[in-house]
């Protein structure tokens, strides 16, 4: 029998209703302020079930040492350039920004932990995920052929190569991530490599915001896409290198753009680098560079580096101090923080190599996300925002279908068990 539409088993309340909050988080936080502090609390829940794992099992299994090593670098780096320069105050500013730095892997794991004690079923998970993903998109490609047509939402319009940019009720960066998180799910849910409506729907909503980083997007989907369907092997690391190249070429009219003198998001790659340098091998702690934080409080690194006359990087207006990633984890965390933030990443891309015995669609759609998300790191605060609260969800259910998931062939066969 197979699973109906719609059907929720009971360990998939919690990622359904986790889904609608993401989708419509913008427009709840409107009437329901509460929402506003979703993630922050996942990565609360996350952190109390790391504790509560650590002293339940009182060790470290092998598979984790990477990712575990990883971290203990990153934030041990930042936390000691804190101690050693005190360029921000510890308390205040360093420790809530290291917080807000490690959320993405928070979020992570309170998916993996869930998934552990709960016993879900990844199969009746998937498809049932996949099916509210789809209806959620026709939502969002309907919304976007109605404002392209009507333009109901001009408080977000854009005007970029002539053509009036959509972003809906979220803002271009949200909506385009939006759309990839649920076209990668509608893509695990099938179980194999299929084109359908609604996917071809995600990418058009990605399409509609117009921003370059979106169809550099589109275009690395479709080469993985064909690349998966007619070869089905796995993607080496240097196929980023590949496609990320791609991705440039697409591009490379809005990277133009940007890596002009003087231009904000330019300088901080270029002082982020420096600084890498200068205060190798640790870098000058959490809450000093690129970070949200380092403008609740000024860093005093943006007058020492001159960066306080470029516009938008001001005391007064410093609303790009934070609009970018890698310079961020170069200039806060320094040679050591940045190759344990890469260890991470590597653990997460080793882990997702698991499924691709398992599963084809998981294999690829959880590639994807990673090759976004590294791909929208370099114009966004990508892995910072909650606008990958869905991905990084998604990555701690496919790391733990790793572990513990069928085969492809159960797969299949588990598409057609009842939901209990």
Request: hydrophobic letters at 55%; glycine letters at 8%.
């Amino acid at each position: 029998m197979k699973i109906s539409k719609l059907t929720i088993n009971k360990h998939t309340i919690l990622f359904v209703v986790l889904l609608y909050c993401y989708t419509f988080r913008n427009i709840l936080v409107l009437f329901i302020p509460f929402f506003g502090y979703v993630d922050e609390i996942l990565a609360i829940a996350g952190l109390s079930c790391f504790f509560i794992e650590v002293f339940s099992v009182h060790k470290l299994l092998k598979r984790n040492i990477l990712i575990a090593a990883g971290i203990v670098l990153f934030v041990t780096a930042g936390i000691l350039g804190n101690i050693i320069f005190m360029y921000q105050p510890l308390l205040s500013i360093a420790i809530p920004d290291l917080l807000l730095s490690i959320k993405f892997f928070l979020w992570i794991y309170f998916a993996i932990y869930f998934c552990k004690k709960s016993g879900i079923n990844y199969n009746i998970l998937f498809s049932t995920l996949s099916e509210h993903a789809k209806i959620l998109l026709c939502f969002l490609f309907f919304l976007t052929v109605i404002d392209g047509i009507f333009h109901i939402f001009n408080e977000y319009s854009d005007v970029k190569m002539g053509i009036r940019a959509v972003a809906l009720y979220e803002g271009a960066t949200s909506l385009a991530s939006t759309a990839a998180s649920l076209m990668c799910l509608c893509l695990i849910g099938e179980g194999k490599l299929k084109w359908t409506k609604e996917i071809i729907f995600g990418l058009f909503v990605i399409l509609a915001t117009l921003r370059f980083k979106s169809l550099a997007a589109v275009a690395v989907f479709i080469v993985f896409f064909y690349f998966g369907k007619a070869l089905r092997k796995k993607i080496k690391w240097w196929y980023f290198i590949v496609l990320g190249l791609l991705a440039v070429f697409v591009a490379r009219k809005q990277i133009l753009a940007v890596v002009q003198p003087g231009i904000a998001r330019s300088m901080l790659f270029i002082v982020g680098f420096r600084l890498l340098v200068d205060y190798f091998p640790l870098g000058t702690g959490f809450g000093t560079y690129a970070s949200y934080f380092s403008k609740v409080r000024y860093s005093p690194i943006y007058k020492m580096y001159h960066l306080s006359n470029v516009y938008g990087l001001s005391v007064d207006r410093s609303s790009f101090i934070n609009d970018t990633f890698w310079p961020m984890v170069l200039g806060q965390t320094g040679f050591i923080g940045t190759v344990g933030y890469f260890m991470v990443l590597l653990w997460i891309y080793l882990r997702i190599q698991n499924c691709i015995s398992k599963n084809i669609a998981v294999y690829y759609g959880g590639m994807y996300i990673l090759l976004y998300l590294l791909l929208t790191s370099f114009g966004e605060s990508a892995f910072l925002h909650w606008n990958s609260m869905l991905f990084a969800m998604l990555f701690g259910i496919i790391i733990s279908y790793s572990y513990n998931g069928k085969t492809e062939k159960g797969y299949e066969t588990g598409k057609k068990e009842k939901c209990s």
